[in-house]
């Protein structure tokens, strides 16, 4: 099983590839993830990358391409793989082909989750991650323990810097104008699914089963 999420910050692709990596044993290929913990390190790519996080834009393409090329190529990937966040651009994508055709990969699917605007700030502000953990919470929509602490560790929540509404409206932004023109180059390619994402995380992950199923 070899998919891209695609879909604007707070969709939900983070939620769904984590059900999925339950369900079908294959990696999570989280490019903010990666990058994330680049930052996290201070290492000279996550020096690079912080500004155009920050500022909510996108990090050049042949950061972001490097990074999954060599993330592809190891060992638990032969079965298959969850792309989320990636690829963002056209010439990801392309760069994508690319780098799938020489290990001799196919994608199965583009699975695009689609959500009104008004949600998905209302989604992006109310995000928590556990910092011990890395499990994914909403403050109203998937709350965490009473005391505000993770429900699966105890550890304690945090929210990312990009989740603040000023770089949230930048980021739908950049997604209107770089990441959207993605959803009609798949669909040429035969391979877009689209799916509601406004339905709860369960129909939602349902709905994905479903269309794997057939793909
Ligand atoms: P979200 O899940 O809210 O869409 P991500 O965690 O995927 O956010 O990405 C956070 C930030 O990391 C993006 O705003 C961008 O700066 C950077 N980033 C992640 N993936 C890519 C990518 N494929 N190309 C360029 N920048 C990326
Ligand atoms: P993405 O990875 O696309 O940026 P996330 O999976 O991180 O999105 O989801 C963004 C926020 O919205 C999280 O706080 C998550 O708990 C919540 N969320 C995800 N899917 C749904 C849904 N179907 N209904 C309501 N809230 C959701
Ligand atoms: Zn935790």
Redesign the pocket.
């Known amino acids: 099983m070899k998919i891209i999420l695609l ?1 604007p ?8 590839a984590v059900m999925l990596v339950e369900k079908f044993g294959i990696p999570q290929i989280s490019t903010g993830d990666m990058l994330r913990a680049a930052v996290r390190d201070k290492s000279p790519m996550g020096l690079k990358a912080k500004e155009y996080m920050d500022a909510g834009g996108l990090v050049p393409d042949e950061v972001v391409v490097g990074i999954v090329r060599e993330r592809l190529q190891l060992d638990d990937c032969a079965n298959g793989f969850i792309l ?2 990636f690829p963002r651009t056209v010439p990801q994508a392309d760069a994508l082909k690319l780098v799938l055709s020489d290990l001799g990969k196919d994608l199965d699917a583009v699975i695009s ?1 689609t959500v009104d605007t008004e949600a998905l700030v209302e ?2 502000t ?3 991650t556990c910092s011990a953990c890395g499990k ?3 403050l109203s ?2 709350p965490p323990a009473e005391d505000g602490s993770c429900s699966a560790c105890g550890g304690e929540l945090t929210q990312r810097a990009d989740d603040q509404e000023a770089t949230i409206r930048n980021r739908l932004d950049v997604y209107l104008a770089q990441t959207a023109p993605l959803e009609d180059y798949y669909q040429r390619a035969g391979l877009l699914k689209a799916v509601d ?1 406004m ?3 369960q129909t ?1 992950q349902e709905a994905i089963q479903a269309i794997l199923q057939d793909a």
């Open positions: 879909g910050p707070g969709a939900g692709k983070g939620t769904q989320d966040g989750l989604r992006l109310g995000r928590r994914g919470f909403h929509f998937d994402g339905q709860s995380m939602v």
